[in-house]
């Protein structure tokens, strides 16, 4: 089953450092040569977000986050797992559990 692992963090304006990366890397490394994470990243600022609308034909578009949150997703994994336990336990390990958030979402017939 494919899981999308997103990372939450509560500085909206941070952007993952060398540091941050770098404390991932054994936990993407292992993920990788197992062949159960197969791409993730992180993520720009949420203040250099872009979102897209489309009412009436018109496209709209906004500058920055849309909502105002506490919480702005900084990175994401696409994890390949036997099912929901298996990615419980691979997220359970990832750095930014212990200082951010982490949500797992079920890819739609993965």
């Known amino acids: 089953m494919k899981y999308l692992m997103l990372i939450f963090t509560e500085a909206p304006g941070a952007e993952p450092t060398a540091a941050d990366m770098a404390q991932a890397g054994p936990w993407c490394e292992e993920l990788d040569a197992r062949g159960?994470?197969?791409?993730?990243?992180?993520?720009?600022?949420?203040?250099?977000?872009?979102?897209?609308?489309?009412?009436?034909?018109?496209?709209?578009?906004?500058?920055g986050p849309f909502a105002e949150t506490k919480e702005v997703v900084a990175g994401f994994d696409l994890l390949d797992c036997a099912g929901l336990a298996e990615a419980i336990e691979v997220a359970s390990r990832h750095p930014a559990a212990s200082m951010g958030r982490l949500e797992l979402r079920e890819i739609w017939g993965g």
């Open 36 to 63: 159960i994470r197969l791409m993730g990243a992180g993520l720009r600022s949420a203040e250099r977000a872009v979102s897209v609308q489309v009412r009436g034909g018109e496209v709209l578009r906004t500058d």
